[in-house]
Structures are given as structure tokens and as C-alpha cells.
């Protein structure tokens, strides 16, 4: 139970785990009240579909007066790899207050039940993705650029049909997929410092509920996939986005960017790795990188 409020306008509110489906539906009509649909969706996949999520890790603040959800957290477990070592990592999100009851210090008593649950569980370090210099002032500090990208014009693409890129073919990923994209990942993320594991179980819920849109290289003679890219319109509608890819050769690479430049547009964007072949492969042909 914590004080809220000032001389005007003093309440008991408690801070407590989610607990049934009556607190789930409640703290994803609040996010989505709060921040719009697109958290609202958000907040149901972590609460009904996420592998590793409990309700336990998603902490909600009520008026005692009211029983309204005037603020909520939450906490997102991750196993990370540091040059191959396993690190248990908890992440810090889904941080919205009601506007009326800002400034009152609901945030930072969530967040100290944070780092509380982050010791006693055991975890090595947490992260957050957030508003700029905000989290400073709860001891984080700027570790990873985030979002980084290369831009190309895809008029550099070459149209030519050569050698390069002829044996692979692009087909749209399915749950049953997950082996194949874990053992494809795997190898892609061997050589990138830090990343986040991913099983085959994660893999089937990115697709099926976060439905990122992953495409499989397949070799044309053999049917054996070779690779993926995660492809997405861009939101100004002027062409391409590989959010995330596991390319390993050329020969692969220019598959990839010969069958995106088919989609059409002005634009492709080479997300992550940016150690990658396929953001290699880009930069042969003039793309530019832009800020994270």
C-alpha cells in the first residue's frame, strides 16, 4: 500500500501483481487507453501468449477509492547471449500512468519492486528501451544503439538476372518453422557479440502472435532453406524494411535484395545485423547507414 497525492488530494492506492483474467483484461484496456491500440495488442501477447511471461511479472497500481488501474509496469525475461555466455536479463516495460495521478511517485515504487524482484529472482542485469535521458535518474545508462538501419535507393538494386541469387526462392514462414529458423539463427548470431536467444518456441510466437513477417530462402534444387529476412512495408508507404535477417553468403544475399526490389517502392531499409551480408552486400551498392 502506497500514498498518493499532495495537500489537495491524498489517496491509499495499492500496488499489486496481476491475478486472474479480470486483472488481465483490466490492464490491457488501461495500456490501450493510455497509449493507443497498438499497446493494447501489445499488452495482450505478453499477457496471453508470450512463452516466458507470468502474471506475476506485470505489476498494476489501484486507487483504493475508485478500484480504477491508475498505473502499471511490468517485467520481460530474456535470456541474452555476451560472447557466449548465458545472461539472464529482465526488462523493464509497459511504464504508463493515468495523467492524474503523475508526479506522485508511482513509477519510481514500481520500479524500486522492480529491481527487487530482478535480486531476489536472480537475474543478472535489466534493461529498458524508453524515453530519452528519463531513466537516468533510476541508474541506467546507455548501452546499445537501438533501431540502427542502412537506406538504399532501390534503383542501385541491379535488375539484371545473373548468376548471383539464382538458386534461392522466398517463402512466407509458418509456426512449424521454428526448428529451422532457430538452427538458422543460431548460425547468424554466432558471429554478432549480443543477442537474445530464441528457441523454437519463441519462434512459433513471434509468428503466430506478434506476426512478424519472416520469409525462408529455400535452395531451388533442394528445397533446404539457407536463410530468412523479416520483411515489412515502411510506414511512409515508400518501400521496404528488413527488420531482421540470417543471410550467410552472397550468393544468398542478392537473392534476398533481388526479390525485395521486386516489391516495388523507392526504398529499402537494411535493418539488423549491420555486421550482416545482407547490410554488406547494401553497402557495395551505396547505401547509407542511418542514426539509431
Not at 497500481?61 to 480504477?68: G, I, L, Q, Y
Amino acid at each position: 500500500i502506497v500514498v498518493i497525492g499532495d495537500r489537495q488530494f491524498r489517496s491509499l492506492a495499492e500496488l499489486r501483481s496481476v491475478r486472474d483474467e479480470r486483472d488481465v483484461e483490466r490492464y490491457i484496456a488501461f495500456n490501450r487507453a493510455i497509449n493507443g491500440e497498438e499497446e493494447g495488442q501489445f499488452c495482450t501477447r505478453l499477457l496471453r501468449y508470450h512463452p516466458e511471461t507470468r502474471r506475476a511479472d506485470f505489476q498494476l497500481v489501484e486507487d483504493a477509492r475508485t478500484r480504477e488501474v491508475v498505473s502499471t509496469t511490468c517485467l520481460i525475461p530474456w535470456v541474452c547471449r555476451y560472447e557466449g555466455i548465458p545472461l539472464r536479463v529482465a526488462m523493464l516495460e509497459m511504464v504508463a500512468t493515468h495523467p492524474q495521478y503523475r508526479h506522485r511517485g508511482l513509477v519510481r515504487t514500481q520500479i524500486a519492486r522492480f529491481h527487487r524482484l530482478v535480486a531476489e529472482r536472480g537475474f543478472d542485469l535489466s534493461i529498458i528501451q524508453g524515453i530519452p535521458y528519463y531513466y537516468r535518474q533510476y541508474g541506467y545508462a546507455y548501452a546499445l544503439d537501438h533501431s540502427g538501419a542502412d537506406t538504399l535507393p532501390i534503383w542501385r538494386i541491379p535488375t539484371s538476372e545473373g548468376a548471383m541469387g539464382c538458386h534461392y526462392t522466398l517463402r512466407e514462414a509458418v509456426q512449424e518453422d521454428g526448428p529451422v529458423l532457430t538452427g538458422l539463427y543460431e548460425r547468424a548470431m554466432s558471429e554478432v557479440p549480443i543477442h537474445v536467444a530464441r528457441n523454437a518456441e519463441f519462434w512459433a510466437y513471434l509468428i503466430a502472435h506478434v506476426r512478424v513477417p519472416v520469409h525462408i530462402l529455400e535452395d531451388r534444387s533442394t528445397g533446404r532453406a539457407g536463410g530468412y529476412v523479416a520483411i515489412r512495408p515502411m510506414k511512409n508507404g515508400q518501400g521496404t524494411q528488413i527488420t531482421e535477417s540470417a543471410i550467410l553468403g552472397m550468393d544468398m544475399a542478392w537473392a534476398a535484395m533481388r526479390a525485395i526490389r521486386a516489391r516495388g517502392g523507392q526504398e529499402i531499409r537494411l535493418g539488423w545485423p549491420q555486421d550482416g551480408d545482407l547490410v554488406r552486400l547494401g553497402r557495395s551498392l551505396g547505401s547509407q547507414p542511418l542514426p539509431g
